[in-house]
């Protein structure tokens, strides 16, 4: 069994659950990185298992168990490691360490974190692994913002030098470069110039940002849209409440109908089954309109802070921006950069869809791109 361990940890306040609940808080909500909350747990003394089970070194231990002192303190690679780690949503797998090819064997066990939470922690390593700055020797704006619309691979950046001694910038797919087997072929795509996705990008964003009238205009209508919308799902949501609650009254009739012998054994079952059928739709359709719901007031929060967000980063443009800057506004205002090759024409054609979170409007860009 796996229980969770609710005792306080010694001299401190938080039990093993708390720690676990409390790495995936500054990830999800405050999406601190693994080193920070590595950091942050070493500072407050919290020992990670092995110091805290007495376990860092033992020499008796059997084959397989450490036998070598370890330093006793949280790192970052751990608790990327736990994070990942289906057990603390509920979802224990048996299995998945094995070097065998085996079907992994799953059950149901106590989650310490909900699933929104833990898809959420997940979400910001994905961010991370995007957007950190690496150890790269140029700086790319759209970095981890461009995939493919052939192969759905994800663009990078790559510099070409010149007869001149000039590098010219390009995004390529990385289905041009990674391995690919004789059933996956290497992507056909084409690459595009990094100056001119780069400035027609910026540009578009300059521009809603110092005049987004028309953008303030379309959050505006979609949130009385999506305000709409959560008062119908909360409707329908109160109806079938209602309507479920009523399959326990009618089961009961049933059962006080076959005790009067109104009803016979087979017509009970009959009836029985039926209410069963209707209970399980009524409870699938109830499920559906609670995520529906949460999704209705996610959506509607965000755009209720759109407005303000927007006005701030309006602010932010008076100056020169930095390219830190820059990033920080597309990795806020870009959705999507996604590139079409059209491979049949001669030479090859590319077409670039830039789709815009706040406005969802769409910028097409034709003919960018090279014969690389």
Not at 202 to 211: Q, S, Y
Not at 214 to 240: C, F, G, I, S, Y
Not at 281 to 297: Q, S
């Amino acid at each position: 069994r796996i229980v969770p361990a609710e005792a306080p940890l010694p001299g401190l306040a938080l039990s093993e659950v708390g720690v676990v609940q409390l790495i995936y808080y500054l990830l999800a909500d405050e999406h601190w990185s693994c080193v920070k909350i590595a950091d942050h747990l070493n500072a407050l003394g919290i020992p990670p298992a092995y110091r805290q089970a007495d376990r860092h070194v033992d020499h008796d231990t059997p084959e397989g168990k450490r036998k070598e002192a370890t330093a006793g303190v949280w790192r970052p690679s751990r608790i990327r490691a736990m994070v990942k780690s289906t057990t603390y949503k509920g979802v224990h797998a048996y299995g998945k360490r094995s070097t065998k090819v085996r079907e992994l064997i799953t059950r149901e066990v106590p989650a310490l974190v909900d699933e929104a939470t833990w898809t959420r922690a997940l979400q910001t390593l994905t961010s991370y692994v995007l957007f950190a700055p690496g150890a790269h020797c140029r700086q790319y704006l759209l970095r981890g913002l461009v995939t493919c619309g052939l192969c759905g691979c994800n663009y990078s950046g790559a510099a070409y030098g010149r007869g001149n001694g000039r590098q010219e910038v390009y995004y390529r797919c990385n289905g041009l470069v990674s391995y690919r087997s004789a059933l996956t072929p290497r992507c056909q795509s084409r690459s595009v110039r990094g100056a001119q996705l780069e400035a027609a990008v910026w540009d578009e964003i300059a521009r809603f940002l110092r005049d987004p009238g028309d953008v303030l205009a379309a959050l505006a209508a979609e949130q009385d849209h999506e305000e709409d919308q959560l008062a119908r799902t909360q409707q329908e949501r109160l109806a079938t409440r209602t309507a479920l609650d009523t399959k326990t009254t009618e089961r009961e009739r049933m059962l006080d109908a076959y005790r009067k012998c109104i009803l016979t054994a087979e017509d009970l079952e009959q009836q029985l089954t039926k209410i069963r059928i209707e209970t399980s739709a009524l409870t699938e359709r109830l499920a559906a309109l609670d995520e529906r719901a949460r999704l209705r007031t996610s959506a509607a929060t965000q755009l209720h802070t759109a407005e303000a967000l927007l006005t701030e980063l309006r602010t932010r443009l008076d100056a020169p921006p930095s390219f830190e800057m820059q990033r920080q506004l597309v990795e806020l205002l870009v959705a999507e950069i996604r590139v079409d090759t059209g491979v049949e024409a001669k030479p090859k054609t590319a077409t670039i869809t830039v789709t815009y979170r706040f406005d969802g409007a769409v910028q097409t860009c034709m003919g960018m791109g090279s014969t690389r």
